[in-house]
């Protein structure tokens, strides 16, 4: 599966880039052109990650999530995360960066509400 990421913006100086399908060593790079092509604009305050629709992340990935959080904060840009993928979610747990990017709760994909109750 390859990669394509849309932008949009929100109220209050805020863009939402959402990356969606696999990013691994392949595409990385991509994710930090596409917060990096954000910087420019006066008004902005602050850049959230939308992984939702991300299936699967590698090492190089994070590498360039990290990259991207970096390169906006010297642009004095806050990047979070948000609505992570399960994967993304265990990815950037398992890494220690959760708190990193917001301590984001993973996107709820109706997957737990399927599964039968636990009862005592």
Do not use: C
């Not at 930090?32 to 602050?46: N, Y």
């Amino acid at each position: 599966m390859t990669l394509s990421i849309t932008t949009s913006t929100l109220a209050d100086g805020v863009v939402e880039v959402s990356p969606s399908g696999e990013i691994d060593v392949e595409n990385a790079y991509e994710i930090r052109e596409a917060v990096a092509a954000q910087l420019g604009d006066p008004q902005l305050a602050r850049i959230e990650l939308n992984l939702q629709a991300v299936t699967f992340i590698d090492s190089v990935g994070i590498s360039a999530l990290v990259a991207a959080f970096q390169l906006a904060a010297v642009s004095e840009v806050k990047l979070i995360v948000t609505q992570p993928s399960r994967f993304a979610h265990r990815q950037l747990w398992v890494t220690g960066l959760l708190g990193l990017f917001g301590n984001p709760q993973p996107f709820d994909d109706g997957a737990e509400s399927e599964r039968p109750a636990f009862s005592a």
